[in-house]
């Protein structure tokens, strides 16, 4: 198993990928797969809809518990505050 030590792992084959920041990846301890393709590639696009999905779905759940945890003293998403 590997274990983030806190620094990221480079990854200059996805420099589209959300989590590809400098030439690194900020998502994952490891880089290289069996297929040399990321299971966990998205484009930044694809991660701010996915994350819009979810917003959506606790919204329609009426989890703001989990909301309140997550983004914490009203700086929800579209507060514009971060």
Do not use: H
Not at 2 to 27: E, K, V, W
Not at 43 to 65: F, H, I, P, W, Y
Request: glycine residues 10%; proline residues 4%.
């Amino acid at each position: 198993m590997i274990y983030n030590t806190g620094l990221q792992p480079c990854c200059s084959s996805y420099a589209g990928c959300a989590s590809c920041t400098a030439g690194m990846c900020t998502a994952l301890c490891e880089t290289k797969f069996e297929d040399g393709k990321c299971p966990f590639y998205k484009t930044r696009e694809e991660a701010q809809m996915g994350k819009l999905n979810a917003l959506a779905s606790l919204l329609l759940k009426g989890r703001v518990d989990l909301l309140e945890k997550y983004y914490g003293d009203g700086c929800l998403p579209w507060s514009g505050v971060r």
